[in-house]
């Protein structure tokens, strides 16, 4: 079992930047790939980052690449996301996902998720 708790989304100018942090509970973090999915009004969630449970390996959408970098730390169980350069497309519910990480950018991969937090971008 895995309890996730997202924090650090808030309101941001367009060009800014923002750190989300995940903290989990329960043993079994660090066996798990864990990821960031988003989801915007009206739309479906997306997948937005992932990353291995060694932290070896990273994985990003397109549309983030080069601009957000995920990270772990699994002596304190913690995963973040580092946003720069933030673009209004990119203001949705941001959740943080532990899954087993074979079709990563999927979100059925995934069986525990944080409730969310919310990050705005102004133009």
């Known amino acids: 079992q895995v309890q996730l708790v997202e924090s650090g989304g808030g309101l941001v100018q367009a060009g800014g930047s923002l750190r989300l942090s995940c903290a989990a509970s329960?043993?079994?973090?660090?066996?798990?790939?864990m990821a960031w999915f988003r989801q915007a009004p009206g739309e479906e969630r997306e997948f937005v980052a992932g990353?291995?449970?060694?932290?070896?390996?990273?994985y990003y959408a397109d549309s983030v690449k080069g601009r957000f970098t995920i990270s772990r730390d699994n002596a304190k169980n913690t995963v973040s996301l580092q946003m720069n350069s933030l673009k209004p497309e990119d203001t949705a519910i941001y959740y943080c996902?532990?899954?087993?990480?074979?079709?990563?950018?999927?979100?059925?991969?995934?069986?525990?998720w944080g409730q969310g937090t919310q990050v705005t971008v102004s133009s």
């Open positions: 329960g043993r079994t973090f660090i066996s798990r790939f």
């Open positions: 990353i291995s449970r060694s932290g070896a390996n990273t």
């Open positions: 996902a532990a899954g087993i990480g074979v079709n990563y950018y999927s979100p059925d991969e995934y069986a525990y």
